[in-house]
């Protein structure tokens, strides 16, 4: 294989677009090999906050912003405890984002494909990839009817084709989450009202929940998510668009705003069975968006899952080919970062399904969880759900859900931990004071994502806890804590090792963070008079 052989990105959806571009930006060649020809149909169009911030590091955002989507302040919801409708907005979480859009996917999908191709990314459209070639378990490059086209590093965004994992391992799907969608586009259907307008819409129904989606030129999606084997025994009865319409019937605000609107169209029936694929990367290759993993869409994680996948995809691409030393703690790395926000996602997702009591029918019963006294929710999902994620809203959605009394004493435990943590650490007088290190808690060496790349870095690790990539001068004081230490004895010792003039604002700041989150404790403190 030449090292200047191309990087090969199958699949021209969000994920393959956004790694090809950043790839392409960062001086490598790179062709895309795209089955259909854009634009094309696909479903998924309510988009996050935390998309943009990836959009507008390739450089896509601007064009995005110059489509006309309509804006998404939020989500409404007819959902959970209570029977009436309740919003949730990203202003409250995100000051950066406030907002998101409702993409009409055949053209957004287009123009990241375009913003591809002018940044230098080789685009073949209509050109079907049969298969990726592997030499000793190497993968080498791809074959087009019968041709082998070599490549440095295959990129799998066949999406639920799945390419490579459906040669290799195959998927893991969730038992869980065993759906399908039907779902059709409507014209002249009313919208929501005021800062809702843009709104995704869901909302739950006896066999499943609807959503409704305003698009640009009076267009609505609308679909419903139901369980498969149920739906397909009804659609078998009768058919599917009779199904829809019930459903559609059954609801309340849907079937209201959808008074005197039409569809021009068959309703069309797919797949939505959550899966993660065994490995989500390898030696020469890597998947990425729906041929890593496929999350139900609630929480409108498609679109996010790709592009901030195809984010750390890139990074992975770009250290195995510039550091050979760290490929395999950096292929390692990005399984880890991209199963952890599926697992984030999945975990809140169900916690929802399960919290849901304004519909009482079999298929709500069934996605309870019943055994509350055994539910044990991880520490890494209570910290996220507390406010220290990216996506920022599962606080505001769960507290609208019944949630099992174990994960609201959970949560509760950690906030009421986290507040007593604030109000010791504003009395205390911090120099004078006494800190060692939480039980478990350690510094260790790892590879982590650090900007744009893998690198290997300093962490502090603990039990339940995702690590921390911290610089050298963090690592040193909580090094230093492993037993019992005064501050001011911290001080003396940093100033022996740090050619800083303000040694004491740096120690103590970063004494009250590490306090903060759980990673060092007052075990003897002098208190403020």
Same mark, same amino acid.
């Given at each position: 294989?030449?090292?200047?052989?191309?990087?090969?990105?199958?699949?021209?959806?969000?994920?393959?677009?956004?790694?090809?571009?950043?790839?392409?930006?960062?001086?490598? &060649?790179? !062709?895309? #090999?795209?089955?259909? *020809?854009?634009?094309?149909?696909?479903?998924?169009?309510?988009?996050?906050?935390?998309?943009?911030?990836?959009?507008?590091?390739? /450089?896509?955002?601007?064009?995005?912003? $110059?489509?006309?989507?309509?804006?998404?302040?939020?989500?409404?919801?007819?959902?959970?405890?209570?029977?009436?409708?309740?919003?949730?907005?990203?202003?409250?979480?995100? &000051?950066?984002?406030?907002?998101?859009?409702?993409?009409?996917?055949?053209?957004?999908?287009?123009?990241?494909?375009?913003?591809?191709?002018?940044?230098?990314?080789?685009?073949?459209?209509?050109?079907?990839?049969?298969?990726?070639?592997? %030499?000793?378990?190497?993968?080498?490059?791809?074959?087009?009817?019968?041709?082998?086209?070599?490549?440095?590093?295959?990129?799998?965004?066949?999406?639920?084709?799945?390419?490579?994992?459906?040669?290799?391992? /195959?998927?893991?799907?969730?038992?869980?989450?065993?759906?399908?969608?039907?779902?059709?586009?409507?014209?002249?259907?009313?919208?929501?009202?005021? %800062?809702?307008? /843009? +709104?995704?819409?869901?909302?739950?129904?006896?066999?499943?929940?609807?959503?409704?989606?305003?698009?640009?030129?009076?267009?609505?999606? @609308?679909?419903?998510?139901?369980?498969?084997?149920?739906?397909? *025994?009804?659609?078998?009865?009768?058919?599917?668009?009779?199904?829809?319409?019930?459903?559609?019937?059954?609801?309340?605000?849907?079937?209201?705003?959808?008074?005197?609107?039409?569809?021009?169209?068959?309703?069309?029936?797919? $797949?939505?069975?959550?899966?993660?694929?065994?490995?989500?990367?390898?030696?020469?290759?890597?998947?990425?968006?729906?041929?890593?993993?496929?999350?139900?869409?609630?929480?409108?994680?498609?679109?996010?899952?790709?592009?901030?996948?195809?984010?750390?995809?890139?990074?992975?691409?770009?250290?195995?080919?510039?550091?050979?030393?760290?490929?395999?703690?950096?292929?390692?790395?990005?399984?880890?970062?991209?199963?952890?926000?599926?697992?984030?996602?999945?975990?809140?997702?169900?916690?929802?399904?399960? /919290?849901?009591?304004?519909?009482?029918?079999? #298929?709500?019963?069934?996605?309870?969880?019943?055994?509350?006294?055994?539910?044990?929710?991880?520490?890494?999902?209570?910290?996220?759900?507390?406010?220290?994620?990216?996506?920022?809203?599962?606080?505001?959605?769960?507290?609208?859900?019944?949630?099992?009394?174990? !994960?609201?004493?959970?949560?509760?435990?950690?906030?009421?931990?986290? +507040?007593? $943590?604030?109000?010791?650490? +504003?009395?205390? +007088?911090?120099?004078?004071?006494?800190?060692?290190?939480?039980?478990?808690?350690?510094?260790?060496?790892?590879?982590?994502?650090?900007?744009?790349?893998?690198?290997?870095?300093?962490?502090?690790?603990?039990?339940?806890?995702?690590?921390?990539?911290?610089?050298?001068?963090?690592?040193?004081?909580?090094?230093?804590?492993?037993?019992?230490?005064?501050?001011?004895?911290?001080?003396?010792?940093?100033?022996?090792?740090?050619?800083?003039? *303000?040694? @004491?604002?740096?120690?103590?700041?970063?004494?009250?963070?590490?306090?903060?989150?759980?990673?060092?404790?007052?075990?003897?403190?002098?208190?403020?008079?």
């Amino acid at each position: 294989m030449s090292s200047s052989a191309p990087i090969l990105v199958v699949g021209g959806g969000p994920a393959g677009s956004t790694v090809a571009t950043l790839l392409a930006q960062r001086g490598y &060649t790179v !062709f895309l #090999f795209e089955q259909a *020809k854009f634009p094309r149909d696909h479903i998924g169009e309510s988009l996050l906050p935390a998309t943009l911030a990836t959009l507008e590091l390739s /450089g896509a955002l601007d064009a995005v912003r $110059r489509a006309g989507f309509v804006e998404k302040a939020g989500a409404t919801m007819v959902w959970g405890k209570e029977t009436e409708p309740w919003t949730w907005y990203f202003r409250e979480t995100n &000051t950066r984002f406030p907002y998101s859009y409702q993409v009409n996917r055949p053209e957004f999908d287009q123009l990241l494909l375009q913003h591809a191709g002018e940044v230098g990314v080789q685009i073949h459209e209509q050109t079907r990839v049969d298969e990726v070639i592997f %030499d000793s378990g190497r993968a080498i490059g791809v074959r087009i009817q019968d041709e082998p086209i070599e490549g440095s590093f295959v990129v799998d965004a066949t999406g639920q084709s799945c390419l490579i994992s459906s040669k290799l391992q /195959g998927r893991n799907w969730d038992e869980d989450f065993v759906n399908l969608a039907i779902y059709n586009y409507f014209s002249g259907a009313n919208h929501l009202i005021g %800062d809702d307008r /843009g +709104n995704i819409l869901i909302e739950s129904v006896p066999n499943g929940w609807l959503w409704k989606i305003p698009l640009k030129n009076n267009v609505s999606s @609308v679909g419903l998510v139901a369980d498969r084997d149920s739906t397909v *025994k009804a659609i078998r009865r009768t058919n599917t668009e009779h199904v829809f319409a019930t459903a559609r019937e059954e609801s309340k605000i849907v079937r209201d705003l959808l008074s005197g609107s039409h569809c021009n169209s068959r309703s069309i029936v797919t $797949r939505d069975w959550s899966y993660q694929s065994n490995r989500f990367a390898g030696c020469g290759w890597v998947s990425v968006g729906d041929a890593a993993c496929f999350i139900d869409p609630l929480f409108s994680t498609g679109v996010h899952l790709a592009v901030s996948g195809a984010f750390l995809a890139a990074a992975l691409v770009d250290t195995s080919l510039s550091d050979v030393g760290l490929v395999a703690e950096a292929t390692q790395s990005y399984e880890g970062l991209y199963r952890q926000q599926y697992e984030h996602f999945r975990e809140l997702t169900s916690l929802f399904y399960s /919290g849901n009591r304004t519909v009482d029918s079999y #298929f709500w019963e069934s996605r309870r969880i019943t055994n509350h006294e055994n539910y044990a929710p991880r520490e890494a999902f209570i910290r996220t759900v507390s406010g220290q994620n990216v996506a920022g809203y599962e606080r505001s959605v769960l507290h609208h859900a019944a949630t099992p009394d174990k !994960f609201d004493e959970e949560l509760r435990k950690f906030d009421v931990g986290l +507040n007593r $943590r604030r109000v010791e650490l +504003n009395n205390a +007088n911090l120099l004078e004071s006494t800190v060692v290190c939480i039980a478990g808690v350690k510094v260790a060496s790892s590879v982590v994502l650090d900007g744009a790349r893998f690198s290997r870095s300093k962490v502090i690790r603990g039990e339940d806890r995702v690590d921390l990539a911290v610089s050298d001068f963090v690592a040193e004081v909580v090094q230093y804590c492993a037993v019992p230490r005064t501050v001011s004895s911290l001080v003396q010792q940093m100033t022996v090792t740090s050619q800083s003039s *303000k040694i @004491v604002e740096m120690v103590t700041s970063t004494i009250g963070l590490l306090v903060i989150d759980g990673i060092l404790e007052l075990v003897g403190s002098s208190t403020n008079n």
